[in-house]
């Protein structure tokens, strides 16, 4: 069993930046792909498995996800926010990114930690 828990959200202008967090804690070498999601969007951000980075087209070049196995933490850095980013961004994990950031199959998920952009 793997447990997701994010960080770092917050308001902040536009064309300012965010770092967000997800700790995974249990049995996190099991977790497969983790990716980062838009919750009302229901779209899939970023991702990462094995050192190889998958980004949603929107992202262009704006986020960068990052891994560190010894923290079991996956980070996600979001430079350049614009108003239409704001949206509860959560964490999921399982399987291959293939699964998990084109057809939305997780294992495990977190709550969620919101962003918001103002103008």
């Known amino acids: 069993q793997v447990k997701l828990e994010e960080s770092g959200g917050g308001s902040v202008q536009a064309g300012g930046s965010l770092k967000l967090t997800c700790v995974a804690s249990?049995?996190?070498?099991?977790?497969?792909?983790v990716g980062w999601f838009r919750q009302t969007e229901r779209e899939a951000v970023a991702g990462i498995y094995g050192?190889?980075?998958h980004y949603g087209d929107f992202v262009k070049g704006r986020f960068t996800i990052s891994q560190d196995h010894a923290k079991s933490t996956v980070y996600l850095q979001m430079n350049n926010l614009k108003p239409d980013d704001t949206d509860m961004y959560y964490c999921?994990?399982?399987?291959?990114?293939?699964?998990?950031?084109?057809?939305?199959?997780?294992?495990?998920r977190g709550q969620g930690t919101q962003v918001s952009v103002s103008s």
């Open positions: 050192g190889t980075t």
């Open positions: 249990g049995n996190a070498d099991d977790a497969g792909c």
């Open positions: 999921a994990a399982g399987g291959s990114c293939y699964d998990l950031l084109i057809h939305g199959k997780f294992n495990y």
